[in-house]
């Protein structure tokens, strides 16, 4: 299996880059914001408990996010590897990661991080918010409190990887292309 966690502050383009690799690589797309926002949009208790969280731009519980991926991998047996996108975002998602991974036999393969500017990511996430219809891209206040729980929570997260030889980090700005040519050569050098 090969499986790449694509890392990166709100705004990053995971989104947009993760269509194109799945598209190209076969891999299946593991996104929690959007398991979280098909759960809000079905109105189950999961995804009313979710909503506060996500308005106003905190994390929703690990244990909540953890259960999610636990169940998706459990309705996607033989798939040749996953995307993760937006996952893990804590230290704790990262290790409950590992041994989710473990018992499938299988491991992170690798994790490339994109790195945006925050005053370029602003900008992105306000346009976003003009089509998306997600009320957290068009609030800056929650924006930049996305930013915040970003560094606290999450930017943590590269250093578990960095640890194990499997982080690396490329430019996220210019053409979206050039950005995903980036990010297949490291996929490449890797696989
Ligand atoms: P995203 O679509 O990845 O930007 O996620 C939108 C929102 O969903 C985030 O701001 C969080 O409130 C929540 N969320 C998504 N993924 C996670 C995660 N792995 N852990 C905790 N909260 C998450």
Redesign the pocket.
């Given at each position: 299996m090969f499986n790449l966690v694509l890392f990166g502050p709100?705004g990053s383009g995971?989104?947009t880059q993760s269509d194109k690799l799945v598209a190209s690589y076969g891999l299946i797309h593991l996104?929690?914001?959007?398991l979280?926002?098909k759960e809000i949009a079905d109105q189950t208790p999961l995804g009313l408990s979710?909503k506060s969280?996500?308005d106003s731009?905190?994390?929703?519980p690990?244990q909540v996010?953890i259960g999610m991926v636990d169940s998706f991998f459990d309705q996607h047996i033989g798939a040749k590897g996953f995307l993760f996108?937006?996952?893990?975002?804590?230290v704790a998602?990262a290790q409950a990661l590992d041994e989710l991974l473990t018992k499938k036999n299988t491991a992170i393969s690798l994790v490339v991080a994109l790195e945006v500017s925050e005053e370029e990511l602003v900008k992105r996430l306000l346009q976003r918010g003009q089509t998306s219809g997600r009320s957290?891209d068009t609030d800056e206040s929650v924006i930049r409190k996305?930013f915040a729980?970003y560094t606290q929570e999450t930017s943590p997260v590269a250093e578990h990887y960095r640890l194990s030889g499997k982080f690396r980090s490329i430019a996220g700005e210019g053409s979206i292309d050039s950005i995903f040519a980036g990010i297949c050569a490291q996929i490449d050098a890797n696989s």
């Open positions: 709100p995971k989104g996104s929690t914001g959007n979280l926002r979710a969280y996500i731009g905190k994390l929703v690990d996010v996108d937006g996952f893990p975002r804590t998602q957290d996305r729980v």
